[in-house]
């Protein structure tokens, strides 16, 4: 087993089809398919079933893939750490759902500890890769968040990947509309006055993700329902299609992306609790520490 054996069996877990997969990885279907047959020999599992229809993970595929995603995380952490050609520089990465205030913390960071030389990353993604990116140790500290519908999930989570949370705050649940629709004057509104108009929600797109929304109302039964994995994606459908997002009232007026959104408090309750993570008994970076700093200049609870 080696490491491209590993990355190829990811990919083509996330494509779904050993044709598309072969493309992405520039490696012809035949010699994937064979380094894939070579593995699950060596392990002595089946990680694909192969039907006429396509391919899909088994049970113990799965399994192999939940270990599979931290040995390649782990190689690219230590590949870039120590074979870039910027491995004398700083470190520091953040991986976040899709808020703001986490951004200008990152960069308040940086202008307050004003280091020489460095390579910081931060992640605005999607809940899954949050908890994987700090458990896998990818990044120092996440910033998630859960709803009464998926708060069991979440604890549990948290937990599997080894993962501490620590709130900062709680927000009521808002419907954000663009400027000029109908509706914007309303200063409380029903999620089923809603109904004739498109929700947009960030794809959190992946096996048993339902419940990992970073959005309330997870278990709505929404009519019309968008899915986008870019912010300001979801702002050009909203106000091209007079469509609608629930989220938690936080709109920046610094952000030019969200400007044109105006906020209506929701009559439904679902609450979001909002908080940072870190990956429990690890030893955080003068950056790690530095970040919590900031983050906690936002702390309400």
């Not at 004398?88 to 020489?116: C, G, W």
């Not at 955080?284 to 919590?292: C, N, S």
Request: glycine share 6%; with cysteine; aromatic share 10%.
């Amino acid at each position: 087993m080696n490491i491209t054996q590993i990355k190829y069996v990811l990919e083509v877990a996330a494509a779904s089809s050993m044709r598309e997969a072969s493309t992405r990885l520039y490696v012809s279907q035949p010699a994937l398919s064979a380094s894939i047959r070579d593995l699950e020999n060596e392990l002595g599992i089946v990680i694909f079933d192969r039907t006429n229809k396509g391919i899909t993970l088994t049970d113990a595929g799965r399994e192999f893939i939940t270990y599979a995603k931290k040995a390649v995380s782990q190689y690219e952490i230590l590949e870039d750490r120590y074979l870039s050609r910027d491995s004398r520089k700083e470190r520091f990465s953040v991986s976040t759902q899709h808020y703001n205030f986490p951004i200008k913390a990152f960069t308040d960071l940086i202008k307050r500890m004003d280091p020489k030389e460095y390579v910081f990353s931060i992640h605005e993604t999607k809940t899954r890769e949050v908890l994987e990116d700090v458990g896998s140790m990818k990044s120092e500290v996440g910033v998630i968040s859960f709803s009464g519908s998926s708060e069991a999930l979440l604890r549990k989570l948290f937990r599997d990947y080894q993962l501490e949370f620590v709130p900062l705050m709680q927000r009521e649940t808002y419907i954000y509309v663009w400027k000029g629709h109908p509706l914007e004057h309303r200063e409380e509104i029903s999620i089923e006055e809603m109904k004739g108009y498109p929700c947009v929600s960030f794809d959190q797109s992946g096996e048993g993700n339902f419940y990992l929304t970073e959005e309330a109302m997870a278990d709505y039964d929404f009519d019309k329902m968008i899915k986008s994995d870019d912010r300001a994606t979801s702002m050009e459908i909203i106000a091209e299609l007079g469509g609608y997002a629930v989220g938690s009232g936080m709109l920046s007026g610094d952000d030019a992306i969200l400007k044109g959104l105006v906020g209506i408090k929701m009559k439904e309750e679902d609450p979001l609790i909002i908080g940072y993570i870190t990956r429990i008994g690890s030893s955080l970076t003068k950056y790690g520490e530095a970040y919590i700093e900031e983050l906690l200049k936002y702390k309400e609870l």
